[in-house]
């Protein structure tokens, strides 16, 4: 915690000095909440009265966070296109490279690094709408046609 935020757990009022052309003015914020540690999570306990605003704008924001949780394909996507960069610049030679200083099989780095082939219409597709069905293995497993309408069918089922 930063020496300036000392009373953000006690729920004190923190005064921060705001300079001005006729002197220094003090002014007090005070924002009535109170953060508690549960295990690891810290929450955020605010009064009875709060506005009802409030808690369903918490609520929306809890939903959203737990919507764009780290799924095992969303950090797949981002390590491949990782790796990729690091072949552009010139960084490592090749995925055997990559996949001896990442300490994993050069099969599985392969398998990988197939998925900066597919298009931005199915990335977006697989990141917007986090379907149980829809996981990392099968992505892998499915044929991924270079033409980017094609791996739009393949992944939305029109093609048999």
């Keep these: 915690m930063a020496k300036q935020d000392k009373g953000v757990l006690t729920g004190k009022p923190v005064t921060y000095p705001i300079p001005s052309p006729a002197g220094g003015v003090q002014m007090e914020t005070f924002i009535p909440w109170t953060l508690v540690k549960r295990g690891i999570r810290r929450e955020i306990i605010t009064p009875l009265d709060a506005p009802q605003a409030f808690t369903v704008e918490a609520a929306a924001e809890r939903t959203k966070r737990k919507a ?3 799924t095992p394909l969303i950090r797949a996507l ?77 992944f939305t089922g029109d093609v048999g």
């Design 78 to 154: 981002g390590l491949a296109h990782y790796w990729q960069r690091l072949l552009d610049e010139g960084k490592y030679r090749s995925i055997t490279d990559i996949a001896a200083a990442e300490g994993i099989d050069v099969t599985q780095g392969r398998r990988l690094l197939r998925l900066t082939l597919l298009g931005p219409v199915v990335v977006d597709n697989l990141l917007a709408s986090p379907d149980v069905a829809i996981n990392l293995e099968s992505v892998l497993r499915r044929v991924m046609p270079l033409d980017w309408r094609a791996q739009a069918a393949v």
């Design 68 to 70: 764009a949780e780290s």
